[in-house]
Each structure stands twice: as C-alpha cells, then as structure tokens.
C-alpha cells in the first residue's frame, strides 16, 4: 500500500513567504491547509500543479474560535496533521511614541499568540500520527538596529523563546519544533512598510549580497519539515543571507 501524503498547515499563506513555503511544501509531496486572512486561491492553484491537495480556510489565526475551526477542518478533511507552519505575521513600523497598548497587544496576537493557538490546535492530530514537524517563522530584525520595531522584536524574541521551550515538551512525541528567521525581503507585505532602496542597501551588509525573496527561505523550511532534520530541534536558523549571527 503507498504511504499517506503528509499534510502541512501554513498560515499566512496567501502571499509572500507563506506562499512560496506552501508550494515548496507541495513540491515534496505533502497536502496543504492553507489559513489566511484572505483568500488563498493562487496559492491553492499552484500547489494542485504538483497533484497536491490544496484546502483553503479564511480565518484570523489570533483568534482562539478560528484556531478550534481549523482543528475541525483538519480532522474532517484529512484526518491528520503532519506539519504547522507558524509564518503569518505583521510588522507595523511605528516609533515608540506612537505605539499604544491596541497595538502592542495586536502584534503580539497575531506573531506571537497565534503560534500558540495554532500548536494547541494541531497538536492532538500531530501526536496521533507519532511524528511532526513545527516551524515558527521569526525574524532576523531582533539582531539588528532597525527603529520603530520594538513591538515586533518583542513579539520575534518571544517565537524563539516559545520554540525552544514547546521542543521541550513535545519531543517525546517525534515531534521537533524550531524557528527560521528571514530577513528584510521584497514580499508582498515587506514592500508594503520598506521601500526597495531600503532593502537593496541592506542586503549589502549581508555576507550574500542580494536582496531576499519570498523564496529564499523555503529551503530552510523544508529541511525542518521534512525527515532529515530529525535530530534538530528548539533550534532558531536564521535565512538571512548571512546577516545576523546567532
Ligand atoms: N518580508 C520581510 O521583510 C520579513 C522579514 C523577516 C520576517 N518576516 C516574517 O515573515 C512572515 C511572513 O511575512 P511576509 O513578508 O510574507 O508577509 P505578507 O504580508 O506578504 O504575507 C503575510 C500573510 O499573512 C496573512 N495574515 C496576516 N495576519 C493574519 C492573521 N491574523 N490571520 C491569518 N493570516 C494573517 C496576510 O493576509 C498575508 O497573506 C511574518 O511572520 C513576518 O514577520 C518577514
């Protein structure tokens, strides 16, 4: 009999990383239950190209009732949950000044909280199946000087401190859980608050001296979700082009 197809949760994967990450997932093999604030249809088209299984569900993963939708989704469609890709995130660039508590809180539901709820929502599928992979996407900004980001290193710090502690608690399950840090990159959302000449000149202080695409860390992602990485866990890998050193 031919073993199961693994499935992935991504959220955020609608554009940008979580996109790129969707279909890279696709291209091993693996079905995809994509969880986004938008609709995910190019997304979904690209990764039945390599005859996988796209499901779309549009939902705030900050909010504990969507996150309890996807669990349900999960059971009814495919039964299982291989892989949680943690990667939607916002990055609102605003001074200290300016940042209020509604905001502060905000970016920490949606970067941080979510991770959270996303794990308590996949984690009884993922330990039925014996094995699982989690990736927390952070970010490569909590080692650089960049203002107005206080709220989102805060938030960024917080993924690599929850990731090495959630190793901790699931490993026994064949579970590994750990974190890749991209960094500024001309996605749909990276565009959006830094100008191309911004990130441009960035990328000359990265050892690799290219601007980074939405690409460029799927290579990463897929090592971590996949089996070779077994006996890597709690860990943080920044795809960074060589920037910020751990
Ligand atoms: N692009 C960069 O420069 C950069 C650098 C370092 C880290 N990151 C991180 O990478 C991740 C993805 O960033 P991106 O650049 O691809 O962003 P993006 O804005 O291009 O895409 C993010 C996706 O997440 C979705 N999303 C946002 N809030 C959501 C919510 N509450 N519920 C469900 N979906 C939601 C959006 O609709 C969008 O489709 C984020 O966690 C971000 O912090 C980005």
Redesign the pocket.
Known sequence: MPEARRVAVV??????????ISVGLAGTGVDILV????E?KETASEVETYGGRAVSL??????PG?TERVAALLQQEFGRCDILV??????PNVGIDEVDFELWRRVH???LD?QFLMVKAVLPLMKQGGWGRIVN?????IGLVIPGLAH?MS??AG?IGFTRGLANDVAEHGITVNAV??????????????DEEH?DALAQAQAIKRP?T?ED?VGTVLFLAGDSSGWVTGQTIMA?GGLVRL
């Open positions: 959220t955020g994967g609608a554009q940008g990383f979580g996109r790129s969880v986004d604030l938008i995910a549009v939902a705030d993963v900050a909010d969507s943690n990667n939607a995130g916002i990055y539901a949606i970067n979510s996407i952070t970010s490569n900004s989102y938030s960024k993924v840090g991209p960094t500024a990159s001309k996605t749909p959302g990276g565009l959006a608050i830094i990130i980074g939405a860390v960074d």
